[in-house]
């Protein structure tokens, strides 16, 4: 018979790692440092998992015949690791230096014994690039002669956990104090290239070859939208998941942003149309069951590790932005975030103490790591403001003008990335999203670039190109200069004022040469081939001033909208 160690017989452990290999027909090994746990299932022999997909769909499992271990029985446990290669850990994060120490200790004496055998673990663990962390860990946990034993001989593969556990009801815990109930999710995807020895073929494990992109998906959508439904439900008085997938100003906000963050994906790491529709129609449904009543104060706490730069709000807004897409609502749930403020959880204090010191904005820096991301700091920023007073009320938002802002925004950014020449290609894009042109006016702009002829000292060609853009919807005529009429002048003067405000607002100036130190760290003078070439390899048509356009289509779009409210509906 086949066999396999359960480290970490918690929730998921027993519920999903434990469920495949037992359904299976391995043989489990529980080891766990809850000593009254592993005394429980000692006694027991068995215990039971509910698998609860949905309100009418239940499946009741018992899973018994097994061995459960202490972990501080290191020498029982040596003896277990030499008959048996494979073993799932599913701890928290934090517990993986004590893990790897421990484990460390094992695979030494297995290494001694025999130095040719294989090892593989799955690490079962909602933390990004977990299974390089505990490689690190447990190499440094041994000596130096065993460390190439672990290098060449032990895999260590991540698995992406879609499976939740959750609090059972009172019938079944009287029924099995030790049964756990879950949502039924059926597959863990593993990261399939990881394995030393051969991998385990097994029903209800999908082996992927892709699993960067399969373990960031899961981060930027299934997390999330988890944080999504708390910051915002928590704000309409919610206490679970289910009833914010209930509400349909939540859900318009929450389909934005896996929209977003979908398209995004497909662009880095080439999912399908079908792949991303499948999945996220698999994230909404679990997260509409009513059974599983997940607190939104649970799945939105710790507002510090969930807004970190690369984490599931701030990673899947950067990743939208560098598709050439602009992160609307995605920024907005992370506004949202910043408006959590729940006096039992002590990281949403510390934020809410950090906004009322330094502001908004140098919040969002810190916490995001948007040092360097002016326009999300800006998209943020704008959410915050405008919902701060009554959160509750700006949920929704103007489906028409959102629409806008997005065709406006990738207009722009597409325009420069492919064409180059921020003046012109602001023209082009603001021609194919609001009809405003000019042959004539769009060739006078060509010399606009880089802070007028590449010399870096004048005004944003992007803005520049804007400004004329508005000259062309609101101007003074040469019939106005007979007439002596001012209505078009001051008009022009009017917008192109509200212009100027949102760029200084967003860069601090609408200098090119001020632009490029807030999103380079410095300057570039484009008048040389050699400085060209490193303003490209620094990312300048890659994501910078491409997302510069981008931005500035977004705030001509602010600017017009409000001038123009027909125009949303009419272009």
Known sequence: MRKVIIWGAGRIGRGFAAEIFYDNEYELHFVDSDEKLIEQLRIADKYTVYKIPGADNHQKIEIKGF?????????????????????????????????????????????????????????????????????????????????????????????????????????MKIEDPLVIATNGYPRLIVDGESFAGEKPNCKGIEYVSNFAGWEIRKLYTYNMLHALFAYAGIQKNYNYVYECTQDEDIMTFARGAMEEVGIALKKAFGFSDYEINKWNDEVFKNMSNPY?????????????????????????????????????????????????????????QQIQRYIKHYGVKEAIRKYC??????????????????????????????????????????????????????????????????GIFDEKVFEAATALSGGMSLCGDGVCGGYTGALLAIGLKTARTLEDLKTKEKTGQYGAYELSAKLHDLFVECYGSVICSDIHQCIFNRAYILRDKEVRDLFETAGAHADKCTSVIGMTLYMFSKVIIDYDTDIKETI
């Open 67 to 171: 061995s459960a271990y202490k972990s501080k029985d290191e020498k029982a446990l040596s003896e277990l690791f030499e008959k048996i290669d494979l073993m799932t850990v599913s701890v928290f994060p934090e517990a993986f230096k004590t893990v790897t120490e421990q484990i460390g200790r094992l695979l030494s004496d297995r290494a001694k014994r025999n130095p040719e055998s294989r090892f593989d673990i799955i690490i079962l663990a909602n933390k990004l690039h977990a299974g390089s962390i505990f490689r690190k860990m447990l190499e440094d946990s041994v000596e130096e002669e065993i460390r190439s034993y672990i290098e060449n001989n032990v895999g260590i593969s991540e698995s992406v956990v879609a499976r939740m556990a959750v609090e059972p009801t009172n019938e």
């Open 292 to 348: 599983l009543k997940d607190k939104l104060t649970r799945v939105g706490g710790d507002p510090v590790r969930k807004l970190k730069s690369g984490d599931r709000l701030a990673g899947a807004a950067v990743l939208c932005k560098r598709s050439g897409n602009i992160p609307f609502w995605i920024t907005k749930a992370i506004a949202y975030a910043f408006m959590y403020d729940v006096y039992e959880d002590a990281s949403s």
């Open 369 to 434: 790591g948007f040092e360097k991301e002016p326009e999300l700091v800006q998209l943020v920023a704008d959410r915050f403001i405008e919902s701060y007073v009554d959160p509750a009320a700006h949920i929704s938002e103007d489906a028409l003008s959102v629409s806008r802002y997005k065709e406006a925004w990738k207009a722009g950014y597409d325009h420069e990335q492919k064409f180059k020449g921020c003046g012109q290609c602001a023209l082009l894009a603001i021609r194919d999203v609001f």
